[in-house]
């Protein structure tokens, strides 16, 4: 009884760490969603503003289209910058650091943003023309500084890109040789001995003419020396033989 009550405990153990674990991970995922919804809802907003912005500084004509137009440029700089850094962020980890100069310079351009706002309100146009020029260097100045970390990541993107392609194309070449390398193969022990059947076919030549010596006088009739056994002796033996007078004289044997 006591090791089915442990075998039971452990099972509803296991089931509520199970249950825990779902909780946990609809949780996580519920919280991603709602941070993408955000995300993509704040893109979103921005972008009809944006759009509003410059529908300002086209059909207003005066303080209220410069003061549009300001701000627009202020929005396009900042956030042509955050996407250029953001998306070289996990190749390179130093533009962590221009992130977050560049999350400073967001902050002082809310503060920006809203004073615009709140001088494109301004019924007063002797108060907008006086405060105009102010806030004017103060846009140029934010969104210099994101023009200058925005540049300088793109020129460091573009060099890394550089040497990268430099290097695959000395790799490249480098392959390229290896593979229009080779060696010729060694010839083999028997291709410098003479072969075989070149040894019988000199053999066979060394002895072709004594064999065509034999058939040459085996095809002809043997002649009258041959006959008498005297083609064995030399021809200046048999010529002293019969220069050699006879001591008996000629009538005898």
Do not use: Y
């Not at 075998?7 to 296991?14: G, K």
């Not at 995922?29 to 759009?51: L, P, W």
């Amino acid at each position: 009884m006591e090791a089915l009550g442990v075998v039971v405990a452990l099972v509803a153990l296991f089931g509520v760490t199970l249950l825990v674990m779902a909780v946990v991970g609809t949780v996580k995922a519920a919280k991603a969603v709602a941070a993408k919804v955000d995300r993509h809802s704040a893109n979103a907003q921005r972008a009809v503003e944006n759009a509003a912005l410059k529908a300002k500084s086209i059909a207003r004509p005066g303080e209220q289209g410069r003061i549009a137009a300001l701000r627009l440029s202020l929005r396009t700089a900042l956030d042509s910058t955050r996407q250029v850094l953001q998306s070289g962020l996990p190749q390179d980890g130093q533009l962590g650091d221009a992130l977050q100069l560049l999350t400073r310079l967001d902050s002082h351009a809310a503060e920006l943003d809203a004073e615009l706002r709140m001088l494109e309100r301004e019924p007063m146009s002797s108060r907008v023309a006086a405060k105009l020029p102010e806030l004017r260097e103060r846009v140029e100045r934010i969104t210099h500084s994101a023009d200058s970390l925005r540049w300088a990541a793109q020129d460091r993107m573009r060099r890394f890109a550089d040497d990268e392609l430099a290097r695959l194309g000395k790799e490249c070449q480098d392959e390229a040789g290896a593979l229009r390398h080779w060696t010729p193969a060694e010839p083999a022990a028997e291709d410098t001995d003479f072969p075989k059947g070149s040894q019988g076919t000199a053999a066979a030549s060394a002895e072709e003419p004594a064999d065509r010596r034999k058939g040459l006088g085996a095809g002809r009739p043997a002649s009258a020396e041959e006959l008498l056994g005297l083609a064995a002796e030399p021809l200046s033996r048999l010529a002293d033989r019969l220069r050699k007078p006879n001591p008996a004289g000629p009538n005898r044997p």
